[in-house]
């Protein structure tokens, strides 16, 4: 019988790639054809506590771009912040910060 090999593949470097623990992520929201622009400012201004001028500037980049990232942080802060713009009934996902 032969001497076993004790040394471990090197996945330092992968995992560290996989894991990025404090990577940030991102409230989207989206363009739709329901609601009204000074809704979208209202509920901006109401949930996140925006200016009226920062709720307006992010309400056109929906309007206009199609989307906006309204909020970024941790993951878990960001599906709650979907969550509740899905019970304003604003579409909105969760992405990775740079995706």
Same mark, same amino acid.
């Given at each position: ?5 004790? *040394?471990l593949?090197d ?7 996989? %894991?990025a =623990?404090?990577? =940030?992520? +991102?409230?989207v929201?989206?363009? !739709? ?12 201004r ?6 009226? !001028?920062r %709720?307006? +500037?992010?309400?056109? *980049?929906?309007?206009h771009?199609g ?6 942080g941790?993951?878990? %802060?960001?599906? *709650? ?10 579409? %909105? ?5 740079g995706?």
């Amino acid at each position: 019988m032969g001497v076993m090999s004790t *040394a471990l593949p090197d996945l330092d470097r992968e995992t560290d790639l996989r %894991a990025a =623990p404090d990577e =940030p992520w +991102q409230t989207v929201v989206w363009n !739709d054809p329901v609601n009204l622009m000074s809704y979208v400012v209202h509920v901006f201004r109401t949930y996140f506590g925006y200016s009226r !001028d920062r %709720a307006t +500037q992010l309400m056109l *980049a929906v309007h206009h771009d199609g989307h906006a990232i309204v909020a970024e942080g941790p993951r878990e %802060a960001m599906e *709650a912040h979907t969550r509740a713009m899905h019970e304003f009934g604003l579409w %909105a996902t969760v992405r990775r910060a740079g995706a």
